[in-house]
């Protein structure tokens, strides 16, 4: 019995450091607690305010060159099968977060005082947001069609099955699982046009740091449960 528990704390102990080993798994780890600081801080000068600065600082450090992965994304041909209009989404969200990665670096060399520009630095950190931004929306367009695809797929799969147990097909369960993923992605990408808005201060009124860091904090909880392996994440549902 003692040798059991042990081994599965071990096994536990190994998909965590696993985890752990990633770095994007880290990055989404600061990224709560960057906009929990927010939340906290309320947007007012103190303690959670210096947290929420300092960790956003630390995050675009993990983010250096990060652009090649979304440049590469874009370079490399779709899917086959995959329709046009959701190609077109797809390639510019790459793009848009391309450019918004390639400009983040610019904005970390100026808060770190090796471009020494302010002013532009401000300009290029709030075009590098709209570039974020925008690729949550075609994220969030894109999500909803492949919904539709895979939506379509299922109805498919139960008409052919008619009275067979659903549960114990194999295809059907993958549809049904893709499509979980990808709504949860929808969610992700949809409140992360929230917090876009936020920290734009489009809409300061509605939108206040309390909201942006509310909103900013569930989507990298979401982040973080996507990027658990397989086993841990089956058995949390």
Known sequence: MATSTLDATRAELALLVLYLNKAEARD??????????KYLSEGQPGTAQNVERTTALARKVFRLVKFVNDLHALISPPSPGSPLPLVLLGKS??????TFFFLDQIVWAGRTGI?????RTEQIGRISLFCWMGSSVCTTLLEIGE??????????LEKEMKQADKNEDEQYLLKLKQSNERLLSLIKSSMDIVVAIGLL?????????????????????????????????????
């Open 147 to 156: 919904l539709g695809r895979l939506s379509a797929s299922i109805t498919k």
């Open 115 to 119: 471009y020494k520009n302010k002013d």
């Open 201 to 237: 201060q489009l809409a300061p009124k509605k939108i206040t740091p309390r909201v942006t860091g509310a909103f900013g904090f569930i989507t990298s909880l979401i982040s973080c449960y996507q990027l658990l392996p397989a086993p841990t994440r089956t058995k949390t549902r």
């Open 93 to 98: 969200k790459n793009a848009l977060l391309s």
């Open 28 to 37: 989404k780890i600061c990224r709560a607690i960057q906009y929990g600081s």
